[in-house]
């Protein structure tokens, strides 16, 4: 006799299983930072690939404490952003409300940067200074820098257009993050300016998509007898008789995939550029070609295929990781390419 009961196949913690909205993802929110000195929470980088490395285990409570360890790593290609302009947020009843921002001059803007017109229109007659003065006077509760991505320094990914966000700051009150927003709007800056080395941060990325896909590949559902009278890649029933309707708890197929994700506490291994430490293998990397820019070692996977933006933040959920110093023996760099 069959079981009568049995676990639920799939998972119904994401729903809906939607198409994410933009091809990277987006930070909803930022840890409040301790400190006096004003620091920048966040960074984007381009997915290259995999390799593996070899490190010593530094972990005094490991099993394997002292020795030589294989630990596979995500390399990301981190070429400098560039900071836009300020925003403001003030409290209301209804959570965060923008209060004003202020952006760099477009006459300066064109100069150093003038890829920005692939994204956006030019700000003419924008008075920085003015907005800044009317930021200051704004009860404000948390400072963001508006930052850009600089995709023409990489040579691997197709759009050269670049991608506009939202960066949070730490550290200080808002008059000091205002003041240093001021500073240093108009400049570049890089991956070891929000980071370092062996710090832990979160990922968030937007899955490889698989488009439309079957509910047995979807949610692991389970075949049918192949005694069934119709097919097997389907449900026995989509619910109740008499409801009239399906219950959005039934599993049905749809798109798979293509899913905003954050990955939590995800260790930096190594902060690098190619002149210093070649990471490029044998043939380039699978679907993405050179690393010609900075790059990271992340430990670990990380959502979305080569090419993918991936966004970086500080882990919100970091209470009780202990960080150990990192030894790197050898990183491997032979050929990816299946030969």
């Given at each position: 006799?069959?079981?009568r009961?049995h676990p639920r ?7 809906p299983?939607?198409?994410?909205s933009?091809h ?6 930022w840890p409040?930072g301790?400190?006096s000195?004003?620091?920048?929470q ?6 290259a690939?995999m390799t593996?490395v070899?490190a ?6 490991s099993?394997s404490a002292g ?9 990301i290609?981190?070429p400098?952003?560039?900071i836009l302009g300020v925003r403001g ?17 477009s006459e ?9 017109g692939?994204?956006m229109?030019?700000r003419k007659?924008?008075d920085?200074?003015a907005h800044?003065e009317?930021l200051e006077?704004?009860?404000?509760v ?19 257009t670049?991608?506009?966000m939202e ?6 009150d ?6 240093w ?7 570049e ?6 980071f370092?080395?062996g710090t832990y ?17 979807r949610?692991?559902g389970?075949l ?5 009278s119709?097919?097997?890649?389907q449900?026995?029933n ?5 409801d009239g309707?399906v219950r ?5 197929g749809?798109?798979?995939g ?9 260790q930096?291994m190594r902060i690098s550029?190619?002149?210093d430490?070649e990471?490029?293998?044998?043939g380039?990397?699978?679907h993405?070609g050179e690393?010609?820019n ?8 990380i ?6 933006l991936i966004r ?6 970091a209470?009780g990781?202990?960080?150990y110093p ?8 032979s050929?990816k390419?299946?030969v």
């Amino acid at each position: 006799m069959g079981k009568r009961n049995h676990p639920r196949r799939g998972s119904m913690a994401f729903s809906p299983r939607k198409r994410a909205s933009r091809h990277f993802g987006r930070v909803k929110s930022w840890p409040e930072g301790e400190g006096s000195e004003v620091r920048i929470q966040g960074f984007a980088g381009w997915k290259a690939g995999m390799t593996h490395v070899l490190a010593k285990d530094t972990n005094p409570k490991s099993k394997s404490a002292g020795q030589e360890v294989r630990i596979p790593v995500t390399v990301i290609e981190v070429p400098s952003m560039y900071i836009l302009g300020v925003r403001g947020y003030r409290s209301t009843a209804y959570g965060l409300q923008t209060a004003g921002e202020a952006w760099i001059q477009s006459e300066v803007l064109a100069e150093s940067f003038p890829q920005l017109g692939r994204r956006m229109p030019m700000r003419k007659n924008h008075d920085a200074d003015a907005h800044f003065e009317a930021l200051e006077t704004e009860d404000l509760v948390s400072v963001r820098l508006i930052a850009a991505t600089m995709p023409s320094k990489v040579s691997a990914t197709p759009s050269k257009t670049p991608e506009v966000m939202e960066i949070g700051l730490s550290g200080g009150d808002t008059a000091q993050q205002l003041n240093w927003a001021r500073e240093q709007i108009g400049q570049e800056f890089n991956f070891t300016d929000a980071f370092s080395e062996g710090t832990y941060t979160d990922v968030v990325a937007v899955t490889k998509g698989y488009g439309w896909q079957g509910v047995i590949r979807r949610f692991g559902g389970k075949l049918l007898s192949h005694k069934n009278s119709k097919k097997r890649r389907q449900h026995g029933n989509m619910g109740a008789f008499g409801d009239g309707y399906v219950r959005k708890s039934i599993r049905q197929g749809g798109q798979t995939g293509y899913h905003q994700r954050t990955e939590f506490n995800k260790q930096v291994m190594r902060i690098s550029n190619p002149e210093d430490n070649e990471i490029t293998p044998d043939g380039g990397f699978l679907h993405y070609g050179e690393v010609n820019n900075n790059y990271i070692l992340m430990r670990g996977s990380i959502p979305g295929p080569a090419k993918r933006l991936i966004r970086f933040r500080d882990a919100v959920r970091a209470q009780g990781k202990e960080e150990y110093p990192i030894d790197i023996t050898y990183v491997s760099t032979s050929s990816k390419q299946g030969v």
